[in-house]
């Protein structure tokens, strides 16, 4: 069985502080991942994925994440973030050759002045 | 412009009165998908379809029914709905029908009330 796992539901953190956000999956075979961000109203966008060969992947507006396949992890991190960060963040997991996408919970990071 | 267009966004309906909410994608691709989003649970895939007449059942396909006549439409049907499908609905697309390392193009969600 695959399972996503996004422990912290919201994460308070102020401008231009670092951040990282965790995602640990389970699965029995190898997986694509992904992180997808969702601003208010809207749909979900890409802010990176990993598919193989290097474990650290830069996404978009800042964004990196390094995927650690003995402890099944692949966590988000931004070191400075911004206002306009806000939103709420998905870590997304796709069992290869399994043709279906699973998803975390998310987390909802809410960046202050 | 590149996107996925569903409809309605919003709908308020009662229970056991058949709807469908539509999709469609003018990318040309091959794979698309039914999402729920609910609080707490993050999205859960409904239906996914690999290409034209080709669906199978997501993780939480119960209630619903999908079909796939046409390569750009994928619409998501609920014969009598119930409140428990009360729900926030994505569908989205992506290029390759056999390989899912391809990232997920997602519309902009209906939000379904159901009474």
């Known amino acids: 069985a695959q399972s996503v796992t996004q422990l912290d539901s919201q994460v308070p953190v102020f401008e231009e502080a670092p951040v990282e956000l965790r995602c640990n999956y389970s699965s029995s075979v190898s997986v694509y991942l992904f992180w997808y961000v969702q601003y208010p109203n809207q749909g979900l966008q890409l802010l990176l994925k990993y598919l193989s060969g290097s474990t650290l992947v830069k996404g978009i507006n800042g964004f990196e994440a390094e995927f650690n396949k003995s402890q099944t992890s692949f966590h988000l991190r931004k070191p400075s973030v911004h206002i306009s960060d806000t939103a709420e963040y998905f870590c997304?997991?796709?069992?290869?050759?399994?043709?279906?996408?699973?998803f975390g919970s998310g987390t909802k990071l809410n960046v202050k002045p | 412009e590149a996107q996925v267009t569903q409809n309605p966004r919003y709908l308020i309906t009662v229970t056991g009165k058949k709807l469908t909410v539509t999709c469609s994608q003018n990318?040309?691709?091959?794979?698309m998908s039914w999402y729920r989003q609910d609080p707490g649970l993050g999205l859960r895939q409904i239906y996914y379809?690999?290409?034209?007449?080709?669906?199978d059942k997501g993780d939480v396909p119960e209630g619903y029914k999908v079909s796939r006549k046409e390569k750009r439409n994928f619409p998501l049907i609920l014969e009598s709905p119930s409140p428990n499908q009360t729900s926030l609905y994505f569908c989205a697309s992506s290029l390759s029908g056999t390989a899912t390392n391809q990232p997920q193009h997602f519309g902009d969600g209906t939000r379904l009330s159901i009474l």
């Open positions: 379809s690999m290409n034209v007449e080709v669906t």
């Open positions: 990318m040309n691709h091959e794979y």
């Open positions: 997304a997991v796709s069992p290869r050759n399994f043709n279906k996408f699973y």
